[in-house]
């Protein structure tokens, strides 16, 4: 059974710094990994979708990798500025459905 | 190009009354997740259709809840005789097909039963 563990629950930071999310899984078997960030009382917007075949995805100031042997994806946020204020999460797929870590909320000061 | 949408966002009910939430996937996509976040939860998934058909029903409560995606018109949800523990956050999320499964999600319908 898929479970996801995202570390730290929560972060702050200033303004400009570069940052890591963490997010592991405890089967290898995984189909894609998704990360998505969630603003308070909104939906999920799709970040980064890393398929079983691939390392990593950018997009912008965003890298995420997976790791599929040691069970970990992170995501890199560079620069960070305070509109990237807001919940991550990551997400598993083995069958399709998605098995969501319980997201990292992230404070970014200026 | 609309995204997925949701309607409605907010819906309150009182205990006992049915809850139907609408879910209209992306223009293309023919399959749809639903999820739930209940307070201070993550998400969790509840139930995957595809038109006309459920392919994945295993996180679905086994009574009360019930969904489908006919051939027209959007996915809908419902809940019947509402409790107040169903009061959450329900996500759509729709794909194009199952080889490219890259999921984008709806606002999201807030249930809150009083």
């Known amino acids: 059974k898929q479970e996801v563990t995202q570390i730290p629950a929560a972060l702050s930071v200033p303004e400009g710094e570069n940052l890591v999310l963490n997010c592991s899984f405890t089967d290898s078997a995984i189909y894609n990994l998704q990360w998505f960030r969630q603003d308070p009382g909104k939906g999920l917007t799709s970040l980064l979708l890393i398929q079983s075949s691939q390392r990593e995805q950018t997009s912008g100031r965003l890298n995420a990798s997976l790791d599929k042997s040691s069970g970990r994806s992170t995501l890199y946020i560079a620069a960070s500025q305070p509109g990237d204020s807001a919940t991550y999460l990551c997400?598993?797929?083995?069958?399709?459905?998605?098995?969501f870590g319980q997201g990292t909320t992230l404070q970014v000061k200026p | 190009n609309a995204g997925v949408m949701q309607n409605p966002r907010h819906l309150v009910r009182r205990r006992g009354q049915e809850a139907r939430l609408r879910c209209s996937p992306m223009?293309?996509?023919?399959?749809v997740y639903w999820y739930r976040q209940l307070p201070e939860e993550g998400l969790k998934f509840m139930v995957y259709?595809?038109?006309?058909?459920?392919?994945?029903e295993s996180g679905m409560p086994k009574e009360r809840f019930s969904a489908e995606f006919p051939k027209e018109g959007p996915s809908i949800l419902r809940i019947q005789q509402v409790v107040r523990g169903d009061s959450a956050a329900y996500f759509c999320?729709?794909?194009?097909?199952?080889?490219?499964?890259?999921?984008?999600f709806g606002p999201g319908t807030r249930l809150t039963v009083l």
């Open positions: 223009k293309g996509h023919s399959h």
């Open positions: 997400a598993g797929s083995n069958t399709g459905k998605l098995i």
């Open positions: 259709l595809q038109k006309e058909n459920i392919i994945d």
């Open positions: 999320a729709s794909i194009r097909d199952s080889s490219y499964n890259e999921q984008f």
